[in-house]
């Protein structure tokens, strides 16, 4: 009876508009199932509108635009990341040092796959797996035996010229853990842990765009990617220069940033649907972009088939490191861990991998590439020339443009539009249902009680 009286009140006193004809006692029952009637239509209106708000915050929170006030804007460089390819010399050294110089000369297959390791291994597999392995193979510790091979950084990369002003390439150049081994990376967000030197490699209408210069005395890959990008096993071939010796290589770039609002940082990442590199969950590296992400679902991919992950395997520790069966199995498994592949495309070979974008990610194109011979060179070098066509005369630019004040808003409209409610009307239906019974029931107990105190009263 309690609850109920407090609903009638509620409803006699609310500032819903509406809500009083309902219990309105001198009005007839069909002026009373009229007023039930338009207040469930303005409410059901009401909720139809805040859902359609609700979905648009959700899914319609972001807009893209093309920005073209280029005049304004400064152009980071891409990220230049060396990683050494091939090196047959350093790999007989090393044979040499280790099994000497009359040694099986099919172990320097097995070193070369294990230091240059991409997901195959058929010498090693064929000559130490099996019944009859060769005597003087190892069975572990590949990474130890992979890194003995790799050249250093002043072994590789020299003469390195940013707009044709010298600088000293292995400052700047710093050390990048990769699935492809130890490569060195210029620019990078993912290298040195970001704590190296940085060169400022900024280009605007003051220094016109840049031009990175080198020489490469070792065959390597040449990445040429966005900041937070990291080299992968399946990175697109038009993002790569394939370099060897006595080769001069020249390439021209055109290069497309994202910019975020700065409101952006507000919403959630499924509303933007991309992660800024901060945002990062990633193990294998640093932070967070899409290139790092396939590298952490194929290791986790591997550790499910394999119980272990390639010895390259950036930020890996020791023990999660596969030894002679784990590569085995890697070998066996290189279809399902060598391919990505999309959700649906679940009757091909292949790992799937749910990555999002970064948010910061760029488009670069290739408009100029050449290579001529180098005459008259005596060392196996490799010259590369690497640089923007022109600045930049376009950007994205993401913007926000439903955020957590406009689903307010939007929200506030409607219910004041349809009901006629406020916040405070909804504080009304807890004062009404808590506050105000408890009020009411001690008001009427101070009644009663100096009514029974008063002289002569007998309850009798």
């Not at 370099?243 to 933007?272: C, L, M, W």
Request: overall charge negative; some cysteine; proline content about 3%.
């Amino acid at each position: 009876m309690g609850f109920r009286h407090s609903i009638e009140e509620y409803l006699k006193n609310s500032t819903l508009h509406g809500a009083r004809f309902i219990v309105d006692k001198d009005a007839s029952w069909i002026e009373r199932i009229f007023w039930l009637l338009c207040l469930t239509a303005s409410w059901y209106a009401s909720w139809l509108l805040i859902k359609a708000s609700l979905a648009a915050f959700e899914n319609n929170a972001i807009s893209f635009v093309v920005e073209s006030s280029y005049r304004d804007w400064d152009t980071n460089f891409p990220a230049i990341i060396v990683c050494e390819s091939k090196n047959m010399d350093r790999i007989q050294e090393v044979a040499e040092q280790l099994w000497g110089s009359d040694h099986d000369f099919t172990l320097e297959e097995v070193l070369s796959e294990i230091a240059f390791f991409r997901g195959e291994s058929y010498h090693t597999v064929h000559e130490c797996g099996g019944e009859e392995p060769t005597g003087a193979c190892f069975y572990s510790n590949f990474s130890f035996y992979a890194q003995l091979v790799r050249s250093s950084c002043k072994d590789s990369v020299q003469n390195c010229m940013w707009n044709n002003k010298p600088f000293e390439c292995c400052k700047y150049f710093h050390r990048m853990e990769t699935e492809l081994g130890i490569c060195y990376a210029i620019n990078s967000l993912q290298a040195g842990k970001n704590k190296g030197a940085k060169l400022d490699m900024t280009s605007n209408r003051y220094t016109g765009p840049g031009t990175l210069k080198m020489e490469l005395h070792t065959e390597a890959t040449v990445f040429i990617l966005g900041v937070e990008e990291v080299p992968t096993l399946v990175t697109p071939k038009t993002d790569f220069l394939v370099v060897g010796p006595y080769i001069s290589f020249v390439r021209y770039i055109a290069k497309r940033d994202i910019e975020n609002d700065e409101e952006i940082r507000q919403t959630s990442v499924h509303q933007r649907n991309c992660r800024f590199a901060d945002e990062n969950i990633l193990d294998v590296h640093n932070y967070y972009s899409y290139s790092a992400c396939t590298v952490q679902c194929r290791k986790d991919r591997q550790m499910t088939l394999c119980n272990c992950s390639s010895h390259l395997s950036p930020n890996t520790p020791n023990w999660q490191m596969c030894d002679m069966d784990g590569l085995e199995c890697l070998n066996r498994n290189y279809e399902d861990l060598s391919v990505i592949i999309a959700k649906w495309s679940r009757g091909r070979k292949g790992l799937v991998c749910d990555c999002l974008p970064s948010c910061t990610e760029v488009d670069i194109t290739t408009v100029h590439d050449s290579k001529d011979n180098i005459n008259g060179h005596q060392n196996p070098v490799s010259k590369i020339e690497i640089g923007l066509i022109d600045l930049p005369t376009e950007r994205y630019k993401r913007n926000l443009v439903r955020g957590k004040l406009d689903l307010v808003v939007s929200i506030g409209g409607t219910t004041g539009l349809f009901v006629g409610a406020s916040l405070l009307s909804f504080v009304e239906i807890i004062y009404y249902m808590t506050i105000r019974p408890y009020t009411t029931f001690i008001h009427d107990k101070h009644q009663i009680r100096p009514q029974s105190a008063e002289p002569g009263y007998n309850p009798i």
